[in-house]
């Protein structure tokens, strides 16, 4: 005998168990995730991960990445997930607004513990390559920012990611010195080839630096060295100060 109009139906529940599931190992995971990855970190069959991933995108609770190669939380899961935090929501309301004033992706980072954690990503301008980010800090903007204010954490030898990667350290000190001078950092086609990226320090209650905001975009259409869009970048960075965690 069926549900009646109203009820669950039996196997319901679970679908729901596993639609959660497959939630939470997106978010473990981190962006960019693969479906067969995300089906493996929640033990659910391929096949009925693909189905629910699917679902979950077309509402909107998860988004695939720019080039499709994986998946990423999208705004309505975000959404639910500030729903008791009051201070993300005020920290996200602030990027929401510069994200309507520019074209390019906004996402911003926390240093907590000495490392690059994204905690409020562009729903619009999925971030691929983000462990790249986190594992190779001489190569972004984003990590720029971190190596400035901890030059503790830069490593004796840097690796090539692209062909334009800073490898030597005497460069990069060099360009630490200007991240510090200026309080913003650049990337071009350091972690990516075609990616351009521009970010500014973000301070805690004593001025410490405990994250930093983001701009990225295609090389050509983002200028690294246009003034308005650091300037956006600083203002938003000011108002979001004491927001992200230490």
Do not use: W
Not at 58 to 70: E, Q, T, W
Not at 135 to 143: C, F
Request: charged share 25%; proline share 4%; aromatic share 2%.
């Amino acid at each position: 005998m069926g549900a009646r109009a109203g009820e669950i139906a039996g196997h319901e529940p679970r679908a729901v168990q596993k639609a959660l599931a497959l939630l939470e190992a997106v978010a473990q995971l981190g962006s960019g995730a693969t479906a067969r990855d995300i089906a493996a970190h929640a033990g659910i069959p391929q096949a009925t991960a693909y189905r629910l991933l699917n679902l979950l995108t077309a509402d909107g609770y998860l988004v695939r990445i720019a080039d499709l190669s994986g998946f990423a939380l999208g705004r309505r899961t975000r959404q639910l997930a500030g729903a008791e935090a009051p201070d993300s929501v005020d920290h996200h309301a602030v990027l929401e607004e510069l994200r309507e004033q520019v074209r390019f992706g906004v996402h911003l980072a926390s240093f907590a513990g000495g490392r690059v954690r994204l905690i409020d990503r562009d729903p619009d301008h999925e971030l691929s390559g983000e462990n790249t980010i986190a594992a190779h800090l001489h190569a972004s903007a984003i990590g720029k920012i971190l190596l400035a204010s901890r030059p503790d954490l830069v490593p004796p030898s840097l690796r090539r990611v692209t062909s334009r990667t800073i490898t030597d350290i005497a460069a990069l000190q060099g360009e630490l010195d200007a991240v510090r001078h200026t309080g913003s950092a650049r990337e071009v086609d350091e972690v990516r080839v075609g990616r351009s990226a521009v970010a500014v320090p973000v301070h805690d209650a004593q001025n410490a630096v405990v994250g930093c905001l983001a701009a990225i975009g295609k090389t050509g259409r983002l200028a690294v060295d246009d003034p308005e869009l650091t300037d956006l970048l600083r203002s938003c960075a000011a108002r979001v100060s004491g927001r992200v965690p230490a």
